[in-house]
């Protein structure tokens, strides 16, 4: 038994902790319930009369110095934290994290939203994946038309019926006309898909805006103001806008917008191929078969629309010449745009 204390004694007095988890499981070892001290303890039972004095002396001993050793190290530990903690110097100014930006397309589909939402048009949002009724046969396509050519599509599945990815926003004004009576007053925001080649020109998905307005007596001098509104507040209040007649099926008449070249003011230059004119949306008034194939009464109300691309929109407003460039994330691309706004 004396052997044994003194032994532990021994190895008591060398223990050593790097952590305070190791600190802890010394203390768990000799000094718990358990423990080799407490062991040594309960043998104090058998330890011969004549013995047991001296035993218990260094009995009381042994425990004595695991305490101290213990705790001693449990000390230098969290003298050892307090070091760490003073060589921090909180005064130093932190790591500047980089903020992210906002997209060059975010960007200006959010100015389109708040301009339009300044004079009554609220948001409304539909489905990517659409099908036919939706993006075609509501908007007065009618099936095998030439007109469906115009607008190369990503066909899902043909059973049951066609599902497919939108090619135009058009397909939320029939989601909404469907569901409310006029007034209607909307714009659509919304990503659309086109199975065309990619390059600096084109890419197989794009972004649109949508606009829509269904009441009483609403007439193409409505549509002319309104874009004139929104060209002025987008390009600055010099900007001038011309209509020239088109071709869309769900608008009748329709026509194509162009504003003056908002870089050489309309004389002619590099952007605007010398005409002085930059093209930027369609627009017309909506067809009464659309009304009619809504549910609205096309006797009662009239309304005009207008779709554009929120690209070309970019394009014009930040000079960007390939198309690619927004979807290829390149931060080298999107930094330049930090302070756009
Ligand atoms: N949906 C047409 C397109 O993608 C754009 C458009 C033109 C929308 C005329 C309209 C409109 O609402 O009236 O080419």
Redesign the pocket.
């Known amino acids: 038994m004396i052997e044994k204390i003194q032994a532990l004694k021994a190895e008591i007095s060398k223990l050593a902790a790097s952590t305070p988890e190791e600190a802890e499981q010394l203390r768990i070892k000799y000094l718990s319930k358990k423990g080799a001290v407490s062991a040594l303890f309960n043998d104090f039972r058998s330890v011969a009369a004549d013995q047991k004095r001296q035993v218990g002396v260094l009995l009381n001993e042994l425990k004595t110095l695991a305490t101290e050793k213990i705790a001693s190290l449990k000390e230098s530990m969290a003298a050892g934290a307090d070091d760490a903690l003073a060589s921090i110097d909180i005064t130093r100014t932190a790591v500047p994290k980089p903020f992210g930006t906002r997209h060059p397309l975010s960007l200006v589909k959010n100015e389109i939203n708040s301009i339009f939402s300044r004079v009554g048009f609220t948001v409304a949002e539909g489905p990517e994946i659409e099908d036919d009724w939706h993006v075609f046969s509501s ?1 007065n396509f009618p099936p095998d038309h030439p007109a469906r050519d ?2 190369d599509t990503f066909f899902i599945s043909r059973e049951p019926s066609d599902v497919l990815l939108r ?4 397909s939320v ?1 029939t989601r909404v006309m469907e569901k409310t009576q006029p007034p209607i007053r909307i714009i659509c925001p919304g990503r ?1 898909f086109r199975n065309e080649a990619v390059s600096a020109r084109a890419h197989c998905f794009f972004h ?1 805006v ?3 307005y269904i009441d009483k007596n609403v007439s193409f001098a409505d549509l002319k103001q309104v874009l004139l509104y929104f060209a002025r507040e987008m390009f600055g209040p010099d900007t001038r806008i011309r209509l020239r007649p ?1 071709y ?1 099926p ?2 009748e008449p ?3 917008m162009d504003i003056s070249c908002h870089i050489c003011g309309g004389k002619g230059c590099a952007l605007c191929k010398g005409t002085g004119w930059v093209e930027i ?6 067809d009464p078969n659309v009304l009619e194939a809504c549910g609205i009464d096309p006797n009662e109300y009239s309304g ?6 929120v690209e070309r929109i970019a394009n014009l407003k930040y000079r960007v010449n390939d198309l690619r460039l927004f979807s290829e994330n390149d931060l080298r691309f999107l930094h330049q745009f930090d302070a756009a706004h």
């Open positions: 908007l115009m607008q090619t135009h926003t058009s004004q659309v649109q949508e606009g829509l088109s869309f769900f608008t329709s026509a194509e949306l369609g627009c017309g008034m909506v005009y629309a207008f779709g554009m691309g």
